[in-house]
């Protein structure tokens, strides 16, 4: 029985690398497959996908693309979020990633003169896995400087990629270059406006250099995005606290932790915020919490210690 016709996509490389998204349309028979260079397989006869067909078949291949695009508008199938604006590559420019023309938008290149087609950056795509998995363990380690240099060499290469320029602000925050940090997640924000990580990033960042109230946007910014996010509750809740607001810090914390009820930094800062008004029943009991949801909470450890003298 020959298979329904179907429909299928990916998007991952058009959010993360700027590349041009994959789509494809089957029948049974024939496999068509739309990128920045159209493939169309026949699949009883080559089902390893080894012999494109377009140019040898190209009425099927017409006739397939129309039937791909009909799927496409009756089911409306889902895109990619908002296009980066074109700004972003005179930011681009400005930081010192790029020169020259950058183009953005539908198709657009994953860097200065590449053609943006993921099935051809396969390779990159491992050599940039490697790259970034490396950079995020001297992160890890504490190897701030070493990790900087890395993502900076990534954001370099694959200029339309937000991870990068995130990981770099965040090995960057590390070392206390907070005005630099802050210029990063703003570009990772207009090359990935919908990722609601990078706005509670920002936010973390903003109020590490005192600028509150940005800060404070930019949490609800994310938590428009992603109102379920314990991490924006987090967030929020560490920013007021840095602000000097004990009271929106405690709501917040309590927000994350009924969002993910063993979040064990939430119950840290709460007892921490217990213990700061000196109700150290109340600072005890979060501070077991804290270790029941993460025994290797060191910090947690010792203020549980300190308040059971």
Do not use: C
């Amino acid at each position: 029985m020959e298979a329904p016709p179907s429909y299928a996509e990916s998007l991952f490389g058009e959010l993360h690398f700027g590349w041009a998204p994959i789509r494809s349309f089957r029948d049974g028979t024939w496999k068509y497959i739309e990128g920045p260079t159209p493939e169309l397989y026949q699949l009883a006869a080559d089902p390893g996908e080894r012999e494109d067909r377009r140019i040898a078949r190209s009425d099927t291949a017409s006739g397939m693309a129309r039937a791909l695009a009909a799927v496409m508008s009756r089911e409306k199938a889902p895109v990619a979020g908002e296009v980066a604006s074109p700004d972003v590559a005179d930011r681009l420019r400005s930081l010192g990633y790029v020169s020259g023309r950058v183009e953005l938008g539908a198709g657009r290149a994953g860097g200065a003169g590449e053609n943006g087609d993921p099935k051809r950056e396969i390779a990159r795509y491992e050599q940039y896995v490697k790259a970034f998995n490396d950079s995020l363990a001297m992160l890890d380690t504490g190897r701030a400087h070493d990790a900087e240099t890395g993502f900076r060499t990534l954001a370099r290469k694959f200029p339309l990629a937000f991870e990068p320029h995130q990981y770099l602000a965040r090995a960057l925050a590390a070392r206390r270059a907070t005005a630099d940090a802050i210029a990063e997640l703003d570009l990772a924000i207009r090359l990935s406006p919908r990722e609601a990580v990078l706005y509670f990033d920002a936010a973390r960042t903003l109020a590490d250099g005192g600028q509150f109230d940005h800060a404070f946007a930019r949490v609800v910014e994310g938590r428009r995005l992603e109102p379920a996010s314990f991490y924006g509750a987090l967030t929020e809740g560490l920013v007021a606290r840095a602000a000097g607001q004990p009271d929106r810090a405690e709501r917040a914390f309590r927000q994350a932790i009924q969002m993910n009820p063993t979040l064990a930094v939430a119950h840290l800062e709460l007892g921490q915020l217990a213990e700061s008004r000196g109700d150290r029943d109340a600072a005890r009991r979060e501070y077991q919490l804290a270790l029941a949801g993460d025994g290797a909470l060191d910090s947690a450890r010792r203020a549980l210690e300190r308040v059971s003298r």
